[in-house]
């Protein structure tokens, strides 16, 4: 196998008292990229493989394959430093590491509702035969529980050293803001089965805990493997909650960001994941709480979750209910008509169109007949490999231009930011359906719009006297977006 990271260093770290760990990861997608960069911008020798040749190469030459805000200079940074190297080589990979984390995709399963493991099975079936040194192997994966335990058996009978170890420690990444998530986070789980296993890890995140107060928990494997998917499932729980709220809100003429408002006031609910939408994607919470069902009924304990799957089908209703404020808007029919749809990324700072509810529900307007452009200001190559049936352009000007409804799906802040009265002027029809609730919608309305939004009352230009339009200000449209965003 081909391999960038010649000359990097000697090829065993047998450390001594005080020598910081050598680290190696496993896996160059979302997560292990972001881990790798990282943990070098930490200080650490970082050395990180991957079986993907071309995205090894770019990742060498400083080239990011995914958007996420601050990430390729920090790459670039610590590739001229020389704390950082990629390579296609196992055995390189294994000679170098004191801890090894692993940090492969753990997709659903094709067909199936449960986690496809075959990646992370195949990352440590590479790496064990050649781990001639005690070390530690760390799981950053989200699997389903019972995973490590079965890795660490492996790990015991594959690899030839004597006191390789497996630990746990789930990592807890929001896309746009991973950078911060890894060098700050909230809190840290060591999913452990030995003293020495969770000295090194105190060791490995040292740079972190010894500047902030991060709490850590030292739990078992798993323990450590349920927190991930429990918070993905309680976050995934209260974003369709307000959204089954916007549902009984439509069928009798109530303000559901009104009713988000007053109850993230109270202190035992708070404010954070109670905005109503289009509902969750991308590609961490549908497939963990799906793989969180399946593996419970795999235990006997279906019963438990059963309110999972109800959590998921508000999800996806919320699609089907922003195809309907739609056709309503030009008249119960969406064939032959045309449709700007804004945003195409599952959130914003993300290029990411994994489950993508925008991406969805731009599908869902095509396939009833209507012609589709999509504009999103970081997704577009993405998109068009996912859905390239739908058109696309280059500006939020050229997908509105000759629309008879516009559509927002992703709530990126430069669309919060438009001018709907410059817009009025290239539209063929004057309706919005702001299905992330991201518009002030009396500015709008005062620009001559009808404001359509799940789970608010309908309220045509029409309603707004004329003597209140004015053309609007920016300024205006970030203080609404600030304010649906806190």
């Known amino acids: 196998m081909r391999n960038t990271a010649q000359g990097f260093g000697p090829e065993t770290n047998e450390g001594g008292a005080g020598a910081r760990p050598r680290l190696t990861v496993i896996g160059t997608g979302y997560l292990g990229a972001t881990h790798a960069v990282c943990m070098a911008e930490l200080g650490f020798e970082v050395l990180a493989v991957d079986v993907d040749a071309a995205k090894i190469d770019r990742l060498a030459r400083g080239e990011v ?43 659903q399963q094709p067909g199936g509702q449960g986690a496809d493991l075959s990646y992370l099975h195949g990352a440590v079936s590479a790496l064990a035969p050649h781990l001639r040194r005690r070390c530690l192997v ?16 492996r790990l015991t009978a594959e690899a030839p050293a004597e006191g390789v170890e497996l630990a746990w420690n789930p990592e ?12 700050r986070p909230d809190r840290l789980v060591f999913g452990v089965a030995s003293a020495s296993a969770e000295d090194t890890l105190r060791a490995v995140y040292a740079p972190i805990t010894s500047r902030q107060d991060t709490p850590v928990i030292v ?9 991930k998917v429990a918070a993905n499932s309680f976050l995934a729980t209260k974003i369709s909650y307000i959204n089954a709220m ?10 559901v960001t009104t009713l988000a408002r007053a109850l993230s006031l109270d202190d035992r609910i708070g404010g954070k994941f109670l905005r109503p ?18 593996r419970a009924d795999e235990l006997g304990v279906g019963h438990s979750l059963t309110f999972l799957r109800e959590v998921d089908e508000i999800n996806l209703r919320r699609r089907e209910r922003v195809v309907e404020l739609a056709r309503a808007a030009v008249g119960g029919s969406l064939a032959g008509r045309r449709v700007a749809v804004l945003g195409a990324s599952f959130k914003p700072n993300s290029d990411d169109v994994r489950d993508s509810p925008a991406l969805a529900v731009a599908g869902l307007l095509a396939s009833e007949g209507a012609a589709v452009t999509v504009y999103d200001p970081m997704a577009m190559d993405n998109a068009r490999k996912a859905r390239p049936e739908l058109s696309y352009a280059p500006s939020v000007t050229a997908a509105v231009t000759g629309s008879e409804v516009t559509v927002l799906l992703t709530e990126w802040a430069e669309f919060a930011e438009l001018d709907p009265a410059a817009l009025g002027g290239v539209a063929a029809g004057q309706t919005v359906v702001d299905a992330r609730h991201a518009l002030d919608p009396a500015r709008w309305r005062l620009a001559g719009w009808t404001y359509l939004a799940p789970g608010r009352p309908a309220m045509p230009a029409a309603a707004v006297p004329a003597a209140r339009r004015r ?9 609404a977006f600030s304010a649906a965003q806190a």
């Not at 807890?172 to 060098?183: I, K, M, Y």
């Not at 739990?219 to 927190?227: G, H, P, Q």
């Open 65 to 107: 394959p995914f958007f996420e805000p601050g990430l390729d200079e920090l790459l670039r940074s610590n590739l001229a430093a020389g704390r950082l190297r990629f390579t296609t080589s196992f055995e390189q990979v294994a000679a170098f590491g004191d801890v090894h984390f692993l940090c492969v995709g753990t997709p």
């Open 138 to 153: 760390v799981g950053k994966s989200t699997v389903p529980v019972g995973t490590a335990a079965a890795l660490a058996a």
């Open 172 to 183: 807890f990444l929001r896309e746009g803001f991973a950078v911060d998530d890894t060098l």
């Open 219 to 227: 739990a078992d494997f798993a323990t450590a493997e349920l927190v």
């Open 246 to 255: 916007a549902e009984v809100c439509e069928s009798v003429d109530a303000d």
């Open 277 to 294: 939408g289009v509902g969750f994607g991308g590609g961490c919470l549908p497939k963990d709480i799906r793989a969180f069902l399946a």
């Open 471 to 479: 053309r609007p200000t920016p300024r205006r449209a970030r203080a």
